[in-house]
């Protein structure tokens, strides 16, 4: 919201840069990786791998938009190796907040890549044989399309709201005065302005210094116009709220949290996100894309460092150290100031309501280049980078306007939305391959159960010893995190016996094996009550086809049968 005598503090990421183009109908088995997808061109790549590989994928809707915009989800497993709800499973999704359209590409590469390297790749193919990805790359499909093919800005969903609390909805549709497709800024003369033209670089504006005088001055504006006259430009634009405040854990009100919706999951998107992590207990971890900075936020999100269990804490500082280590990008705690922190982030409802760990990589941390190799990107090299790289298309030259309201202005600045916000097209493919390896590494660390010894002996007369050796081979325990079991809500590993032709003498036909540790607690050792647990069984033929069964359930480290003929009495 800014005032007619105020300033704007920094260039709204709104423009969209000409060198740009959203992508068209494409081959699946070949996408463009130097384009933004809009909705209906993500959803027709999905649909295409769905053919393309029937026997690895799975794709359904979890819900609708307030438009009837499908939320689509592709479910990506080896339907051969086991049903994907008896995997140990990852969820993965992006774009949540409308101009952040890396997040969909990012999601959109990661399906892509698994896909068509299964069967190739010794490494894609066992993490598909054995683990289920759930991959969302449209979180926000209609607010994601205003802000792709429109000069429009909106920071998630499209639904009308009252930002400045007039009593008027979306006032403002977004206002690309000049029609190059951009919203940039406004530079207007005045006398007491906060803002004058660098002498270094006349596109450039600078703050005036204090007491300075003698220069020509101006306010800045973000361009458009102050269509109700109420003294603001800009102030109430296409929709208002923020999905990623509007999760129920630690949702605030709006005094406290500004786009928290009017209460926690308003939003059908935020809603069918709960649903659909809640129907999935095998679900290990959350992957949220957004942008940008080139870096990504870990918990804690909405609480203090300290309300975290030590065993947390540690889990959480290696799962963002192997990002660091895999994009050299840093990770950094998304709570920092306990009076201004983040309220209903998903990444803290999944930590503290569904017990699995969280982050949120914020893409594309490439706006310029740090040529003279100092550790930061100035002005300067932004504007070297947009000229050499770019062909100066990053930034809209300043041309005078006769504004309605102003008079003479002139318009231009960052066109942020592919510069800023979004690589430009032309980087995007080195983008999305960056993170590939730590999506990757997410999955493959899960739990997972597997029945690692299964054998019999003949005791005497009918009567049969049974073994069986369960194991987590995983490097997570089952239970995925301190908090689990400090809420009650992990279900420990069951055992679950079924005879045919036979009758137990000794064992349980139900067992519970407690959490098994993974090679993470273990330093890698195999065997031990940690990571293993030994069951054995006295089982009594009745028939000569005689069978005994196993069943072993864990909620997040996946479900594992064994069948073995009862009838060898040697």
Known sequence: MIRKTSLVCSVILT????????????????????SFHSTADAYALLRGWAQMYPGLTNLYSIGETLQGTPLM???????????????????YDGNIHAAELTGAEVALHFAWYVLSRYGNDPRVTRLLDTRTLYVRPKFNPDGADIALTTPNSLRSTPRPYDEDRDGLLDEDPGNDLDGDGS??????????????????????????????????????????????????????????IDMNRNFP???????????????????????????FISGHRNITGVFHGHTSGGFVYRLPSTTSWDEFSSPDQSLILELSG???????????????????????????WSYWDFGVVGFVPEFWGGFGRDYDGDGRVTEAERFRWNDEELGGAGFADWTVYDHPQLGRVEIGGWRSKFTRSNPPPHLL??????????????????????????????????????????????????????????????VPVRAVVDLTGAELVSGTARTTLGHLKGARDT???????????????????????????????????GRVRRDILLGNRE
């Not at 989800?73 to 969820?91: R, S």
């Not at 993170?435 to 054998?455: C, H, K, Q, T």
């Not at 293993?532 to 000569?544: A, C």
């Open 15 to 34: 423009a969209i840069l000409p060198i740009s183009g959203v992508a068209q109908a494409e081959d699946p088995a070949d996408p463009n990786w130097a």
């Open 73 to 91: 989800v592709l479910e990506i497993t080896n339907e051969a190796t086991g049903p994907a709800a008896e995997k140990p499973a990852y969820y």
């Open 183 to 240: 919203m940039t800024q406004m530079r207007v003369p005045n006398p007491n302005g906060l803002w004058r033209i660098s002498p270094a670089d006349d596109r450039v504006m600078v703050r005036r210094a204090a007491g300075e005088f003698g220069n020509r001055f101006y306010d800045l504006y973000s361009e458009g116009i102050d269509d109700d006259g109420d003294g603001y430009f800009n102030e109430d634009g296409i929709g208002g």
């Open 249 to 275: 854990r630690n949702w605030g009100l709006e005094f406290e949290q500004r786009g928290a919706g009017p209460y926690p999951l308003s939003e059908p998107e935020t809603r069918a996100t709960i649903d």
């Open 322 to 348: 192997k990002y660091e280590q895999t994009t050299a990008q840093p990770a950094r705690a998304s709570y920092t100031n306990p009076r201004a922190h983040r309220h209903g982030t998903l990444i803290s």
């Open 429 to 490: 493919k080195g983008e999305v391959e960056l993170y590939v390896p730590w999506m990757l590494w997410l999955a493959e660390i899960s739990p997972r159960i597997v029945i690692s010894d299964f054998s019999t002996n003949w005791i005497g007369d009918d009567l049969f010893k049974v073994t069986v050796v369960v194991e987590n081979e995983g490097y997570l325990p089952t239970n995925i995190t301190q908090r689990a079991l400090d809420m009650e809500i992990a």
């Open 523 to 557: 330093q890698g050792r195999s065997g031990g009550s940690e990571s293993l647990r030994t069951l054995e069984y006295v089982v009594r033929v009745t028939d000569s086809q005689a069978v005994f069964g196993i069943t072993v359930l864990s909620e997040k480290g």
